[in-house]
Nanobody
Framework: QVQLVESGGGLVQAGGSLRLSCAAS????????MGWYRQAPGKQRELVAV???????NYANSLKGRFTVSRDIAKNTVYLQMNSLTPEDTAVYYC??????????????WGKGTLVTVSS
């Protein structure tokens, strides 16, 4: 069993910052890609940012410059630093990981999500 547990969400005023964390635990051989997606009310889930095992990153174009994804490989943890938040960033943020299991199969895993609410 693999679990992804997010933390760091909450209520923040427009212009403020938040830092999300997500720790993976369980029967993990190694982690390929980790990152974040989000889903706003009434919208589809969308990519925020992901980071590969080698440190390469991919961001949603609209978020470049405000959001920064990073990871601690030793801790199986990924972070999302969010700055200059706007009400349009209000969403449930989901942690994602592509993990090599102990049986040498890759699988995608998702956290339960953490709510970020940005007030105007």
């Amino acid at each position: 069993q693999v679990q992804l547990v997010e933390s760091g969400g909450g209520l923040v005023q427009a212009g403020g910052s938040l830092r999300l964390s997500c720790a993976a635990s369980g029967r993990i051989f190694s982690i390929n890609t980790m990152g974040w997606y989000r889903q706003a009310p009434g919208k589809q889930r969308e990519l925020v940012a992901v980071i590969g095992s080698g440190g390469g990153t991919n961001y949603a174009n609209s978020l470049k410059g405000r959001f920064t994804v990073s990871r601690d490989i030793a801790k199986n943890t990924v972070y999302l630093q969010m700055n200059s938040l706007t009400p349009e960033d209000t969403a449930v943020y989901y942690c994602y990981a592509n993990i090599l299991n102990s049986d040498f199969s890759y699988m995608d895993y998702w956290g339960k999500g953490t709510l970020v609410t940005v007030s105007s």
